[in-house]
């Protein structure tokens, strides 16, 4: 892939579209870290966000869709082909007792925005620094609540450039999973069904959540919040407490000394850095109690070249 020749073809198909060629990642990730995308793609409408997926499908062009980039670790050698951000889709509006969310928008605002139209069931989405695909993407939850337990439906693009309206139920929602990627979607919208409520009760409750993440979760760093899933039955964060590994250090990263399941960017980490402290984790874990902890974040790109 020419990754010029590709900007020029895109700045034709996507004239309103923000595009960049060769662009650090590690500037637009929750995490800071990443390599280089070929291509990075802003569009500023559904439509041009759609055309994307068509053009990089019928080009036979790989295709990344990047939200936040809170759950994502992406490797030091960068993502081939074109990466579509829709972070300047981030409208919001109501509809009786339902939000409706672009797939950009962050999902805090979401929360916010549904507590301020005095709606209740996006409380539990308060502190989760994702965007609204990335959201729908992950099944994301927090405290009792997860997005399974709201979503109606999704607007939706299927990898041929097609768009789609998906009830909840075919997006097969379960712990910290949804068929999003098997099935090749490009979540644009999400609608949420909520309940009317009292302003100050729903305020309550995320005031409340808010100074809980705040006392026990490291947010003064960049990271991917929680590595692994709970194994069954199991903590994470308690495995590798007891295993001794809060802050263990490799390059910039590092198990937080403040809650175990998190691994924190203390200093220009790498993704090379992070992915060794998860490896040593892991095999400190399964050496100790036998537990394979199975990574929540992604990975994705390309490792770095070897010299
Ligand atoms: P990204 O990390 O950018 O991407 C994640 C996956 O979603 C990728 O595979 C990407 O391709 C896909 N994706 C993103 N947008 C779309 C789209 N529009 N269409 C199709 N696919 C898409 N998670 C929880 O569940 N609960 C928590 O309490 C929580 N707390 C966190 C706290 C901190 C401090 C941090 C850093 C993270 C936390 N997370 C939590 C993890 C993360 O915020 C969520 O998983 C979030 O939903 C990821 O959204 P994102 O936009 O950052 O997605």
């Given amino acids: 892939m020419n990754n010029q020749n590709v900007l020029n073809e895109l700045r034709s198909i996507l004239p309103s579209a923000e595009l960049k060629i060769n662009e650090p990642l590690n500037a637009h990730t929750y995490t800071r870290m990443g390599g280089c995308a070929d291509v990075l793609v802003f569009p500023n409408t559904l439509e041009d966000a759609r055309a994307a997926v068509e053009y990089a499908y019928q080009s036979n062009y790989p295709l990344t869709i990047l939200g936040k980039g809170s ?18 889709l981030k409208a919001i509006q109501k509809e009786e007792e339902k939000v409706i969310a672009q797939a950009g928008a962050r999902i805090i605002d979401a929360s916010e925005f549904a507590r301020d139209s005095k709606l209740s069931g996006l409380e539990f989405a308060c502190g989760i620094p994702g965007s609204v695909g990335g959201a729908v993407y992950m099944n994301a939850g927090a405290y009792g609540g997860e997005i399974a337990d709201c ?17 909840a139920d075919e997006l097969d929602l379960s712990y910290r999973h949804s068929n999003v990627e098997e099935n090749g979607l490009l979540v644009l919208e999400a609608t949420f069904k909520l309940k009317v409520g009292e302003y100050e009760d729903i305020k309550a409750i995320m005031d409340d959540l808010t100074e809980k993440r705040e006392t026990k979760q490291p947010l003064e760093y960049p990271s991917c919040g929680s590595v692994f899933k709970r194994p069954p039955g199991l903590f994470a964060g308690k495995l590798i407490q007891d295993s001794q590994l809060q ?15 998190f691994i924190v960017n203390i200093d220009n980490a790498t993704a090379t850095d992070y992915l060794d402290v998860i490896h040593h984790v892991q095999q400190t874990v399964k050496e100790k109690f036998d537990v394979d902890l ?14």
């Avoid at 999704?154 to 768009?163: D, H, M, S």
């Avoid at 802050?247 to 399941?261: D, L, N, Q």
Wanted: proline share 5%; no cysteine; charged share 30%.
């Fill in 294 to 307: 199975e990574r929540e974040v992604r990975v994705i790109g390309e490792p770095p070249e070897k010299p």
């Fill in 151 to 167: 979503l109606e439906s999704v607007l939706a693009v299927t990898k041929e450039g097609k768009l789609v309206k998906l009830t």
């Fill in 247 to 261: 802050g263990t250090r490799i390059g910039g990263a590092e198990v937080s000394k403040k809650h175990a399941g």
């Fill in 71 to 88: 759950n994502v670790i992406i490797q030091d050698g960068g993502i081939r082909g074109i990466v579509l951000n829709l972070s300047s």
